[in-house]
């Protein structure tokens, strides 16, 4: 600690991303990134940038990209917003929409970034409790409030709140911003997408992080009511005009054009996802229904943080919360089946001893 610290920085508890390590033989299965590459036109794509593109500011709008992102949607170009990843998405909702009087609602076991960034720009916020079964009860969202957080599928836990109660959410609460977090939507949900025409009150929020292997990239989209996209834009023009870079948008202009290799992708990860969940289930695991690329597991013989310190120990890293209610459960990403053929032998193993 500094001396030169504000009062704010002295008491901001910040964000602990998962490991990225150097080890290079490494089984990595901690951070929920997409074991398959990008579309080969994405690194076409990239090495085609010229000289002349990288010694210009980029285009501070990506008009070309915010224009294929409302296509793909079925939006225009006014719904949707674009910043550096949809943590700097995210961050931006808290500071345009959800710093009100009433306290910002969003459960208690969910993404850890939320009640960081609560603390950064002083949200007033109150956690709601998940269900027993790791469910997210809508009706327990009563409290008087100015805005609602959802992220669907929900992290760590991956378990799916379905379409029809985000509608029940929405109807229930007129007056507050209901934000959806999709950022593992493509791999098993209903976007909320389809609702925005109806509710201005809904704001969804998207990254190529996942789906689209792009988590280098660092691009994530907010999509809704163009009332609600104005105030992000009011924020990013205080903060940086210029949040995602020439490389980044030709990136993910190529990625958006190769819908096939997006799909083909998704659909490996959902079917190593399903194998992950049945063999985890023959060993001895409970396992929590996931509609994202990872699933949430605890054995109810065998402690959680030792099975992670013996799975490091033969080169394979999960994601471990030591936090009250999933203190027991593992979150696993979903890798390649030669990488999960390495977790499931590990288990064996492990739990054998």
């Known amino acids: 600690m500094s001396r030169f610290w504000s009062d704010l920085a002295s008491q901001l508890t910040p964000y602990v991303p998962g490991e990225q390590p ?30 002349s593109e990288l010694k210009r500011y980029p285009d501070p709008d990506s008009s070309a990209l915010k224009a294929a992102f409302a296509e793909r949607e079925g939006l225009t170009p006014e719904q949707v917003f674009l910043g550096n990843g949809s943590d700097e998405v995210l961050a931006h909702t808290f500071q345009a929409l959800l710093k009100h009087d009433k306290p910002l609602l969003f459960p208690d076991i969910s993404y850890s970034f939320y009640p960081v960034w609560s603390e950064l720009y002083q949200v007033n916020y109150q956690p709601v409790p998940l269900c027993d079964d790791f469910t997210i009860d809508v009706d327990a969202y009563s409290a008087p409030n100015s805005g609602i957080l959802i992220p669907n599928p929900n992290a760590p836990t991956g378990v799916l709140l379905p379409r029809e109660d985000i509608v029940r959410l929405l109807g229930a609460h007129p007056e507050s911003v209901v934000v959806i977090d999709e950022a593992y939507i493509d791999f098993g949900g209903e976007s909320a997408t389809a609702l925005i025409a109806e509710h201005d009150n809904l704001l969804v929020i998207q990254t190529v992080s996942k789906s689209r292997s792009l988590a280098g990239m660092r691009v994530g989209a907010a999509f809704g009511q163009a009332p609600l996209i104005e105030g992000l834009v009011r924020v990013k023009d205080s903060f940086n005009s210029y949040p995602i870079d020439v490389v980044a948008q030709r990136a993910t202009l190529a990625s958006l054009a190769d819908e096939a290799w997006f799909r083909q992708c998704c659909d490996k990860v959902v079917a190593t996802r399903e194998r992950t969940d049945k063999v985890l289930r023959d060993l001895g695991f409970a396992v929590l229904p996931s509609a994202a690329n990872f699933v949430f597991a605890r054995h109810p013989g065998h402690d959680a943080a030792q099975i992670v310190a013996a799975l490091r120990q033969r080169g394979i890293i999960v994601r471990y919360f030591s936090k009250p209610r999933i203190d027991q459960f ?24």
């Open 22 to 51: 150097k080890a290079e033989r490494l089984v990595k299965l901690n951070t929920n990134e997409n074991p398959y590459g990008p579309s080969p036109a994405v690194l076409e794509a990239i090495a085609g940038t010229s000289a």
């Open 330 to 353: 593992l979150r696993i990403s979903i890798g390649t089946d030669e990488e999960m053929d390495e977790l499931f032998a590990a288990l064996t193993e492990i739990l054998a001893m």
